[in-house]
């Protein structure tokens, strides 16, 4: 049974810094590309990163790039993601999502929330 | 980048009632579509895949179609635990967007 738990949320200050890190089980980690999708409080999904099963391809939406950083160690079991330069629009339900194929999210976490406010 | 609309962004129904629900994509993106459904404060689910794939455990009332540009999600009888937000991703180009939503209520 596949499982995602997010963790590393939190309260941080705009222009600040947060690591997100996802630990999964359940399934072949290092064989399938994941995803962070955020959701802000009241809206809907946003998607935010994904990275191949092997790291060699990242992607971003517009309004990340440059600011978060997806990366994964497959050696153990773990995805992260790198959140700098925070602002108030950052604020969201961060989720970890595991593809199925073809990058079609099947599995989600519970997510993590990150709040960035003074 | 490829902007998803969808429409209507709500919509009120009943109980066994046939719903559609339509996602446009700006600019073609073959059949690279999903759908997912989310009930409040719960994780979306995957609904259907490669535009009309439905995913494993999915009702047969879920019924997805179309390619290019239009697609169209279809609850044949609505049930009262289809009451959600559901939302249409494309996978063709990076950002893999997501539309807007559409909320579907009880009447």
């Known amino acids: 049974q596949v499982h995602l738990v997010e963790s590393g949320g939190g309260v941080v200050q705009p222009g600040g810094s947060l690591r997100l890190s996802c630990a999964p089980s359940?399934?072949?980690?290092?064989?399938?590309?994941m995803h962070w999708v955020r959701q802000a409080p009241g809206k809907g999904l946003e998607w935010v990163a994904l990275?191949?099963?092997?790291?060699?391809?990242?992607y971003y939406a517009d309004s990340v790039k440059g600011r978060f950083t997806i990366s994964r160690d497959n050696s153990k079991n773990m995805l992260y993601l790198e959140m700098n330069s925070l602002r108030a629009e950052d604020t969201a339900v961060y989720y970890c999502?595991?593809?199925?194929?073809?990058?079609?999210?099947?599995?989600w976490g519970q997510g993590t929330l990150v709040t960035v406010a003074s | 980048d490829i902007q998803l609309t969808q429409s209507p962004s709500f919509l009120s129904a009943s109980v066994g009632d046939r719903v559609t629900i339509t996602c446009r994509a700006s600019?073609?993106?073959?059949?690279?579509l999903a759908w997912y459904q989310q009930k409040s404060g719960k994780a979306p689910k995957l609904l259907i895949y490669?535009?009309?794939t439905l995913q494993s455990g999915v009702p047969s009332r879920f019924s997805g179609s179309g390619s290019g540009t239009e697609f169209t999600l279809t609850l044949s009888s609505l049930q009262p635990e289809d009451f959600a937000t559901y939302y249409c991703?494309?996978?063709?180009?990076?950002?893999?967007?997501f539309g807007p939503g559409t909320r579907v209520d009880i009447k």
């Open positions: 999502a595991k593809e199925r194929t073809g990058y079609y999210i099947e599995n």
């Open positions: 359940g399934f072949s980690f290092s064989d399938y590309a």
């Open positions: 990275i191949t099963y092997d790291g060699t391809y990242e």
């Open positions: 600019q073609g993106i073959s059949s690279r």
């Open positions: 490669a535009a009309s």
């Open positions: 991703q494309q996978l063709n180009n990076s950002p893999f967007t």
